[in-house]
Nanobody, 123 residues
Framework: QVQLVESGGRLVQAGGSLRLSCVAS????????MGWFRQAPGKEREFVAA????????YYADSVKGRFTISRDNAKNTVYLQMNSLRPEDTALYYC????????????????WGQGTQVTVSS
């Protein structure tokens, strides 16, 4: 059974930075792409970033490109999301997810999800 546990979310002022972490249980973490999604109140869950199994390929939503960086440490079964230059519109519950197979942009491409960590950006 795969479990994903996110941490690092908190209240931060606009322009600030946060680093989210997601620790995965179970073996074979290094075999799967990982992704970050977010969901703001009243909105659908949206793709934020994804990284392939080795960390050699990364993809970002246009809204976060140049501000957010996804990375992974396969020795620690952990994927990170470094968020810089945060904006109030980045406020959301952030989820990490393990892909079913390769890297994906849609939620349907992910088989396992964490419970989320709340990021709130004040103006």
């Amino acid at each position: 059974q795969v479990q994903l546990v996110e941490s690092g979310g908190r209240l931060v002022q606009a322009g600030g930075s946060l680093r989210l972490s997601c620790v995965a249980s179970g073996r074979s973490f290094s075999s799967y792409a990982m992704g970050w999604f977010r969901q703001a109140p009243g909105k659908e869950r949206e793709f934020v970033a994804a990284i392939n199994w080795s960390g050699g390929n990364t993809y970002y939503a246009d809204s976060v490109k140049g501000r957010f960086t996804i990375s992974r440490d396969n020795a620690k079964n952990t994927v990170y999301l470094q968020m810089n230059s945060l904006r109030p519109e980045d406020t959301a519950l952030y989820y990490c997810a393990r892909a079913t197979h390769g890297i994906a942009w849609r939620a349907s491409g992910y088989a396992y999800w964490g419970q989320g960590t709340q990021v709130t950006v004040s103006s």
